[in-house]
């Protein structure tokens, strides 16, 4: 396999070249490099390096402890790109796995180049088999598509942190149903609030999946940007902060008719068939997450990492963690397109809209998920009504 040098963030990594005059996509490559994925390895860099600031100071009140005690794994490494980069830039101890030979010899030369041998291991196992030997602080997922296969073991093993990608959208988003359905036990709502359905279709298997082991789930950080959504859940152990967890589990219930929506919290619920705004009948979307996406604090210090560090996605991580920050944390955000046309009117900016809510007395803020969509606590009624005389004023 032929390999080029790249530097990301302070980190020299081997990487695969496709063969000449050969266009294919990266997964096709002997070993899965993603150029792409620049920025998400960015924003992995910082969100990882903040928590595990956060977790020096708590466990130094019981020990003393060094960046190098902290264990992360990146379970399906490939070029071991992920895991390098966080073992080189923020010391900690990391083990790079991939069951593919190619991948796990570029992952032993991966960690040769960046003189890691004494914090940094290569493995290669099937990552199920690897994270149920062994507790790891952090656990990282980026697989290819879906990360369900593996979010048992995941669950099982991760102590602090788990950190999860997944590029399944479609399934997610509701455009390949029946794929969602089966790979997540949920039923999302293709429609214009989609990429939050995903998520939070996604972060409530993550919360299954973790209460089997009586975990608890609290959402650091979740951004959606471009095919793929990528969480950082803080886990905690315990019976009873697992069952707080799952309250916030529940539906959606979606009027495709007059935009109405109304987040049923509960597993086993009642909720009314029919729009009580115009009386269709509603669609039902979940069982989903409902709480929070973010931490605003776990946020602000992402953003300070990002700011400290040399990277060449800086100003667009910083803009999607900013817009994270001061998302309402409430779902679903509103796409005032999907509005004006049902009023028949046109759109104007998003930020006199949030203003002219906020006037109102309302709640309202930007979403990350969407530049021409917004996060409000005002029913579709008032967001309607405020439009309107919005326009007449
Ligand atoms: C999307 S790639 C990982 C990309 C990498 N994290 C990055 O940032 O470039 C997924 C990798 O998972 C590996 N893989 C798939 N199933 C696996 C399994 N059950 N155990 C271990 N590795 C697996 C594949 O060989 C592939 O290299
Ligand atoms: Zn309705």
Same mark, same amino acid.
């Given at each position: 396999?032929?390999?080029?040098?790249?530097?990301?963030?302070?980190?020299?990594?081997?990487?695969?070249?496709?063969?000449?005059?050969?266009?294919?996509?990266?997964?096709?490559?002997?070993?899965?490099?993603?150029?792409?994925?620049?920025?998400?390895?960015?924003?992995?860099?910082?969100?990882?390096?903040?928590?595990?600031?956060?977790?020096?100071?708590?466990?130094?009140?019981?020990?003393?402890?060094?960046?190098?005690?902290?264990?992360?794994?990146?379970?399906?490494?490939?070029?071991?790109?992920?895991?390098?980069?966080?073992?080189?830039?923020?010391?900690?101890?990391?083990?790079?796995?991939?069951?593919?030979?190619?991948?796990?010899?570029?992952?032993?030369?991966?960690?040769?180049?960046?003189?890691?041998?004494?914090?940094?291991?290569?493995?290669?196992?099937?990552?199920?088999?690897?994270?149920?030997?062994?507790?790891?602080?952090?656990?990282?997922?980026?697989?290819?598509?879906?990360?369900?296969?593996?979010? *048992?073991?995941?669950? &099982?093993?991760? $102590?602090?942190? =788990?950190? %999860?990608?997944?590029?399944?959208?479609? #399934?997610? /988003? @509701?455009?390949?149903?029946?794929?969602?359905?089966?790979?997540?036990?949920?039923?999302?709502?293709?429609?214009?609030?989609?990429?939050?359905?995903?998520?939070?279709?996604?972060?409530?298997?993550?919360?299954?999946?973790?209460?089997?082991?009586?975990?608890?789930?609290?959402?650091?950080?979740?951004?959606?940007?471009?095919?793929?959504?990528?969480?950082?859940?803080?886990?905690?152990?315990?019976?009873?902060?697992?069952?707080?967890?799952?309250?916030?589990?529940?539906?959606?219930?979606?009027?495709? *008719?007059?935009?109405? &929506?109304?987040? $049923?919290?509960? =597993?086993? %619920?009642?909720?009314?068939?029919?729009? #009580?705004? /115009? @009386?269709?009948?509603?669609?039902?979307?979940?069982?989903?997450?409902?709480?929070?996406?973010?931490?605003?604090?776990?946020?602000?210090?992402?953003?300070?990492?990002?700011?400290?560090?040399?990277?060449?996605?800086?100003?667009?991580?910083?803009?999607?963690?900013?817009?994270?920050?001061?998302?309402?944390?409430?779902?679903?955000?509103?796409?005032?397109?999907?509005?004006?046309?049902?009023?028949?009117?046109?759109?104007?900016?998003?930020?006199?809209?949030?203003?002219?809510?906020?006037?109102?007395?309302?709640?309202?803020? &930007?979403?990350?998920?969407?530049?021409?969509?917004?996060?409000?606590?005002?029913?579709?009624?008032?967001?309607?009504?405020?439009?309107?005389?919005?326009?007449?004023?």
């Amino acid at each position: 396999m032929n390999t080029k040098t790249i530097v990301e963030g302070t980190t020299k990594v081997l990487v695969p070249i496709p063969p000449e005059g050969v266009s294919f996509p990266p997964s096709a490559a002997p070993v899965f490099y993603n150029p792409e994925m620049e920025l998400n390895r960015d924003i992995n860099v910082a969100a990882t390096a903040a928590f595990v600031n956060r977790l020096i100071l708590k466990l130094q009140s019981q020990r003393d402890i060094v960046p190098a005690d902290i264990t992360y794994v990146d379970a399906l490494s490939a070029s071991g790109i992920r895991g390098i980069r966080v073992a080189n830039e923020l010391g900690i101890s990391a083990v790079l796995n991939d069951w593919n030979e190619d991948a796990y010899n570029l992952i032993v030369q991966n960690i040769e180049v960046n003189n890691l041998s004494e914090t940094t291991t290569a493995s290669r196992k099937d990552a199920n088999v690897l994270l149920h030997e062994k507790r790891y602080n952090i656990v990282d997922l980026d697989p290819f598509g879906t990360p369900t296969q593996f979010l *048992d073991a995941a669950a &099982r093993s991760a $102590v602090h942190l =788990l950190e %999860v990608t997944a590029t399944d959208t479609a #399934p997610l /988003c @509701g455009a390949h149903l029946n794929s969602g359905i089966r790979k997540y036990a949920a039923v999302p709502l293709n429609n214009e609030y989609h990429s939050e359905m995903g998520m939070r279709i996604l972060l409530g298997k993550i919360a299954r999946e973790l209460a089997k082991h009586e975990k608890a789930m609290i959402p650091l950080l979740s951004h959606a940007t471009r095919h793929y959504v990528r969480t950082y859940v803080q886990v905690q152990k315990g019976a009873k902060r697992t069952d707080k967890t799952l309250k916030e589990m529940g539906f959606i219930a979606n009027c495709p *008719d007059c935009g109405y &929506r109304n987040p $049923v919290f509960g =597993l086993a %619920v009642h909720i009314d068939k029919e729009c #009580p705004i /115009c @009386g269709t009948t509603t669609e039902i979307a979940g069982p989903l997450w409902l709480g929070q996406l973010h931490e605003v604090k776990f946020c602000d210090e992402v953003l300070l990492e990002l700011e400290k560090r040399p990277l060449k996605t800086k100003e667009k991580a910083m803009k999607i963690i900013t817009l994270c920050r001061d998302e309402l944390n409430i779902p679903m955000f509103y796409d005032q397109h999907v509005i004006c046309k049902r009023l028949g009117i046109s759109a104007s900016t998003i930020d006199s809209l949030i203003i002219a809510l906020k006037e109102h007395g309302y709640e309202a803020s &930007r979403t990350h998920f969407d530049g021409i969509s917004f996060k409000t606590n005002a029913e579709i009624t008032d967001i309607e009504r405020i439009m309107l005389s919005e326009r007449l004023g």
